[in-house]
């Protein structure tokens, strides 16, 4: 079974820091996720990576950065948070080829920003 | 880009049949899938669709129309542990972006006894 673990379930921190969201999967998966998750608003997309090193923006990029140093592990950095990235924060990862194999997602990590 | 409707919310008896509908409206289409989550925890992978036509697992069948950009979820023999958010999601036409998807705003569907 594939497994996509996320460093926290829930986290609260100040206006002005820098978070850090830790994602590890250990399916030797290519692609790798970040989404939001906001009641009316769905799942949207962050920032993805298709290989180590390589990040491409999504839908809501603004705000946020991303890590991919080693094939399992994708970190979503918030250099200077705000109330407005207080939210459910969902990793994913998934094969690089496309074809009917889905994303899988972690628990996510509920982020609180006060 | 992608735009992706379904309905907020649906509430069924338990052991009554329930069809969420999703519609989109891409600028490129490479299949579609369908994800459950229940409250607090992770979106879980129900079915995919990329050709026309319907596709059956168990009590779950999706369909999928690509001329009329439109997909639904069938939940047959509902039963309590059912109720949950019903997320489509539709895959970028674009190679480059992998395996990207494009989410609607999910289905919140309540099992009622």
């Known amino acids: 079974d594939v497994k996509v673990t996320q460093s926290s379930r829930y986290l609260v921190k100040r206006t002005g820091e820098k978070v850090f969201l830790e994602c590890v999967q250990d399916?030797?998966?290519?692609?790798m996720f970040w989404y939001r998750q906001d009641p009316g608003l769905g799942l949207r997309l962050i920032y993805f990576s298709y290989d180590v090193k390589m990040k491409e923006k999504g839908d809501i990029p603004e705000g946020y950065s991303v890590s991919r140093e080693k094939k399992e592990r994708f970190s979503l950095i918030l250099e200077s948070a705000s109330t407005n990235q207080t939210s459910m924060y969902l990793c994913?990862?998934?094969?690089?080829?496309?074809?009917?194999?889905?994303?899988?997602f972690g628990d996510g990590t509920r982020l609180s920003i006060l | 880009g992608q735009n992706i409707d379904q309905p907020t919310e649906m509430t069924a008896t338990e052991g009554a049949i329930v069809q969420i509908n999703c519609t989109y409206q891409t600028s490129g289409f490479n299949g579609l899938f369908w994800y459950q989550q229940h409250a607090g925890e992770a979106p879980t992978f129900l079915s995919y669709n990329v050709l026309d036509g319907l596709e059956e697992k168990g009590r779950f069948s999706s369909f999928l129309s690509r001329s009329k950009g439109y997909s639904y979820l069938l939940l047959k023999e509902l039963q309590m542990k059912d109720s949950a958010s019903y997320l489509c999601?539709?895959?970028?036409?674009?190679?480059?972006?992998?395996?990207?998807?494009?989410f609607g705003g999910g289905t919140r569907v309540l099992v009622k006894p």
């Open positions: 999601a539709v895959r970028d036409m674009n190679k480059a972006a992998g395996n990207k998807l494009t």
């Open positions: 994913a990862s998934s094969i690089r080829t496309v074809s009917d194999q889905p994303q899988h």
């Open positions: 399916m030797d998966h290519e692609n």
